[in-house]
């Protein structure tokens, strides 16, 4: 979290090194979503078409955290990150729509880390299921308020906690890879290459995967989101980098060697965590216990992560006029806490939701994707007009100016091929989210007596609300499913 509650400057001692920048993103991607792997993937696809899609993800998300690192050489004055890149390239209400949508979706992802940790504990308390009976609900919403609680009182180090907590959550995690290795068996491996029993096209197979990818990379953009912290500049690039690689080459092992332990068709049955069920087939009952663990850790430090992410953007926003005035408020001990109880207040609404939906933790792992896409796109469209040497803020050097055109380029044609996998079921879920949301663009416009919208401002809020309509009506006529 920011250390400057009321005013414009930050304390030399909040200065983060890219040691500490680094264990941010890999601290913020590993999260939930690693421990879905094996059942998600397995659901969709064989091994060729596993290693297809991490090629694509990892390429596609590889360019978007180049991006971000050119854009923090290139637009250094920049410092909210994502949010800040969609107001700098497409104004103050697209800016407002990528800041919502980052939050948001923030908001979203921390409702899954609740689902898996129910869901872990209902494997011995029935009650709880898969994390989405009422129990659950209950008890989740219970930790939900009691973290706010605990935030309130001025728990803000996220920086500190979370470099502790990423070695605590990447150890199992490579325990499980190394065991895995151990017990692989390569005919069980061989059995897995082409996806036998999934109908679809291996192209069908590939994008049923990308969503989970996203959810998985989310995070690689962390460093920016702190970056007036960061000690040197270049540092938010090069730990945005760092960062990722690390993360990529953990994910996708996570996804391999599962396919050498169990045939598919039983890995994509596996309750969620499908990581531990995975490891109890190798090793035992006691594979499931080590990565319940493992995951409770990992999990309630991504939450603590990711809410005093989410409150940073809202708090930011209002400073920045872009959200109303009494979300820039904090209290005594530096704790923004309007922008902390929306943050709150929205996951306890979604978590709800779960409750009617098909599956609740796929349910909330797609729409958090699909809630980021559009911050993505923005940024990633900013980047190409930056290194086209469209935008006259932009400082002259870094990487060639073709190299960094490609890589724009390359991130922005990769987001729009995850909106085009995320399907048009998420894209009106989102909007659902998203359009309520003009309202506190309107209440901060009205507090500084300004026009409400532009022509092309209204367009877009015209677009958003009939989108929105689109998906309620399809909800409610059952087009479409939660």
């Not at 879920?429 to 007596?449: D, G």
Request: hydrophobic share 55%; net charge neutral; with cysteine.
């Amino acid at each position: 979290m920011t250390g400057n509650g009321q005013t414009g400057t930050t304390p030399v001692a909040a200065k983060l090194s890219l040691l500490t920048m680094t264990a941010m993103v890999v601290g913020s991607m590993v999260g939930a979503g690693v421990f879905s792997l094996p059942a998600r993937f397995a659901g969709e696809t064989g091994v060729v078409g596993a290693l297809i899609a991490w090629l694509i993800a990892g390429t596609g998300m590889l360019m978007l955290a180049f991006v971000f690192q050119m854009l923090a050489v290139r637009r250094p004055d920049l410092d909210a990150g994502v949010y800040a890149y969609a107001k700098a390239g497409f104004g103050e209400y697209l800016g407002f729509f990528s800041a919502f949508g980052y939050w948001a979706s923030a908001c979203v992802g921390n409702v899954t880390y609740w689902v898996l940790i129910m869901s872990t504990v209902g494997a011995l308390a029935p009650p709880l299921g898969d994390g989405d009976t009422v129990l659950a609900v209950a008890l989740s919403s219970v930790g939900l308020w009691a973290f706010f609680l605990l935030v309130r009182r001025g728990i803000k180090e996220a920086a500190s906690i979370n470099r502790i907590v990423t070695v605590a959550k990447i150890v199992p995690i490579l325990v499980f890879v190394l065991l895995a290795l151990f017990y692989f068996d390569p005919g069980v491996f061989a059995e897995n290459l082409g996806g036998a029993g999934h109908t679809g096209s291996l192209f069908e197979q590939v994008r049923g995967t990308m969503l989970v990818t996203v959810f998985v990379f989310l995070g690689v953009e962390g460093a920016s989101v702190y970056s007036r912290h960061a000690r040197r500049r270049e540092d938010v690039g090069r730990a945005t980098v760092l960062g990722f690689l690390s993360v990529f080459a953990v994910f996708a092992s996570v996804t391999v060697v599962s396919y050498g332990i169990m045939p598919m068709s039983e890995i994509a049955e596996l309750r969620q965590p499908s990581m531990a069920g995975v490891l109890e087939h190798a090793v035992g009952p006691w594979g499931v216990a080590f990565v319940s663990v493992g995951l409770v850790v990992s999990v309630l430090g991504a939450y603590l992560a990711w809410t005093l992410m989410a409150a940073e953007v809202l708090f930011v926003a209002a400073k920045d006029d872009d959200m109303p005035r009494f979300l820039r408020r904090s209290s005594a001990s530096d704790v923004p806490v309007p922008a902390l109880l929306m943050t709150t207040s929205l996951s306890q609404v979604v978590l709800v939701v779960t409750l009617f939906s098909d599956d609740a933790f796929d349910f909330a792992l797609n729409l958090t994707s699909s809630l980021t896409l559009i911050p993505f796109l923005l940024a990633a469209v900013f980047a190409v007009r930056v290194a086209a040497g469209a935008d006259p803020e932009a400082v002259r050097g870094g990487s060639p100016v073709r190299l960094g055109l490609v890589v724009a380029v390359l991130a922005t044609v990769y987001t729009v091929f995850l909106l085009y996998a995320a399907g048009l079921k998420y894209l009106l879920v989102s909007l659902i989210v998203y359009a309520p949301a003009t309202l506190l663009f309107v209440k901060a416009r009205r507090e500084q007596r300004r026009r409400l919208f532009s022509p092309g401002e209204l367009a877009v809020c015209v677009l958003s609300v009939v989108g929105a309509a689109a998906g309620v009506t399809a909800l409610a006529a059952g087009w479409i499913s939660l």
